[in-house]
């Protein structure tokens, strides 16, 4: 729809592909083996409301690996893991949140190369993945909660220019992909 008309095409193109090791180079099935302890572990700490011990860069960056894996993802125990991590991760910026030991400290350190990294993982929410098999419902219930708590977190919070034309790139490759499935899924020929 908006292909090539933007000028963030170039930029939107090389985010809209999941690049996650753990969905191009492992098989699925060992992937999901390798991501659902770590998530479950760190949903577990958030529901206790202890510390996520995430101190360096390299530890936060395999997690997010996990979040593009994880929206891809066929398993929908892994999906909703991802879902509610993501959504109390999203509270970094409010003041109040219960979960605050949960949340990474690094995050709320690094906010726009962090926070710019996780809006692109919305993308993955919208879009139906060629030969993924995901419980459709289940990943619009989530993904509805992801988008109400991205909503609560935008009212509350006074976003960098950089963090807002992130969103807006990141609606247009949404808008692009649920306006125009035709063109990208072999499910309407």
Request: aromatic letters at 14%; proline letters at 3%.
């Amino acid at each position: 729809m908006y292909n090539g008309f933007c000028s963030y095409d170039s930029e939107i193109r090389q985010h809209t592909i999941c690049h996650s090791p753990l969905s191009t180079i492992v098989p699925s099935s060992i992937a999901e083996r390798i991501v659902m302890p770590y998530l479950t572990h760190i949903y577990e700490l958030i529901s206790t409301n202890r510390p996520v011990s995430m101190t360096k860069d390299k530890d936060l960056k395999w997690t997010l690996e996990m979040f593009a894996f994880g929206f891809t993802c066929e398993e929908s125990s892994i999906y909703q893991l991802c879902a509610n991590i993501y959504v109390e991760w999203l509270k970094v910026f409010e003041s109040s949140s219960m979960n605050s030991h949960s949340i990474p400290v690094i995050l709320g350190e690094n906010i726009e190369f962090y926070w710019s990294q996780m809006f692109w993982h919305l993308y993955h929410l919208f879009v139906i993945h060629d030969e993924k098999t995901a419980d459709l419902l289940t990943k619009r219930m989530y993904t509805h909660k992801v988008l109400r708590q991205l909503q609560i977190m935008i009212r509350q919070t006074d976003l960098s220019n950089y963090l807002w034309e992130t969103l807006l790139q990141v609606f247009l490759a949404i808008g692009d992909a649920v306006l125009s499935p035709a063109y990208r899924s072999s499910l309407f020929y």
